[in-house]
């Protein structure tokens, strides 16, 4: 099992910035990739970022440019450095982790972001 513990949410005028924190616990050495989604109201949940063991990353096109994830190994935390918000990017952000052969995803409670207008 792996446990994931998000931080960091919270309401930013437009143009700001935010930095959201995931913490992983438990069987974290069968975590092989770990990311960022969002769900915003009305809307199906969607890939924002993902980062592999290797350090590739993936980015969805909406974001490309003005978030930026990362990971630190030592703290078993994966973040997501958002910059250059929009009010689109209003959404509630879940921490996702996939691991084992089967790639089983797991789920943080979820993190509001606002962005206002």
């Known amino acids: 099992q792996v446990q994931l513990v998000e931080s960091g949410g919270g309401l930013v005028q437009a143009g700001g910035s935010l930095r959201l924190s995931c913490a992983a616990s438990?069987?974290?050495?069968?975590?092989?990739?770990m990311g960022w989604y969002r769900q915003a109201p009305g809307k199906q949940r969607e890939l924002v970022a993902q980062?592999?063991?290797?350090?590739?990353?993936n980015y969805a096109d909406s974001v490309k440019g003005r978030f930026t994830i990362s990971r630190d190994n030592a703290k078993n935390t994966v973040y997501l450095q958002m910059n250059r918000l929009k009010s689109e990017d209003t959404a509630v952000y879940y921490c996702?982790?996939?691991?084992?052969?089967?790639?089983?995803?797991?789920w943080g409670q979820g993190t509001q972001v606002t962005v206002s207008s």
């Open positions: 438990g069987s974290i050495f069968r975590i092989n990739v």
């Open positions: 996702n982790a996939k691991a084992g052969i089967i790639m089983h995803d797991y």
């Open positions: 980062i592999n063991n290797g350090g590739s990353t």
